[in-house]
Nanobody, 116 residues
Framework: QVHLVESGGGLVQPGGSLRLSCAASGFTFQNFDMRWYRQAPGNERTLVAFIGISERTSDYMNSVKGRFTISRDNAKNTLYLQMNSLKPEDTGMYYC?????????WGKGALVTVSS
């Protein structure tokens, strides 16, 4: 059974940093692309960052380019999102995601609040 468990969220001041982690189990992590999504209150869930099977393949939504870095440790079955220079508009619930066949799998999310 696929499990994705996010951690590392919290309250941070504007300009601060956080690193999110997503522990994956129940599937062969190294064989699948991974994604981070976020959902702000009252908004739809949107794709923040993508990483392919190889770390050489990654992409970001425009508003986080240069500030966020997605990475993966296949030996630890863990996905990361390093978030720097955080802004209030980065506030939201962050979800780890993978797609296996026709199925999308989600964690329960990690709340990130950027506020002074």
């Amino acid at each position: 059974q696929v499990h994705l468990v996010e951690s590392g969220g919290g309250l941070v001041q504007p300009g601060g940093s956080l690193r999110l982690s997503c522990a994956a189990s129940g599937f062969t992590f190294q064989n699948f692309d991974m994604r981070w999504y976020r959902q702000a209150p009252g908004n739809e869930r949107t794709l923040v960052a993508f990483i392919g099977i190889s770390e050489r393949t990654s992409d970001y939504m425009n508003s986080v380019k240069g500030r966020f870095t997605i990475s993966r440790d296949n030996a630890k079955n863990t996905l990361y999102l390093q978030m720097n220079s955080l802004k209030p508009e980065d506030t939201g619930m962050y979800y780890c995601n993978t797609k296996i066949g026709a199925m999308n799998y989600w964690g329960k999310g990690a709340l990130v609040t950027v506020s002074s």
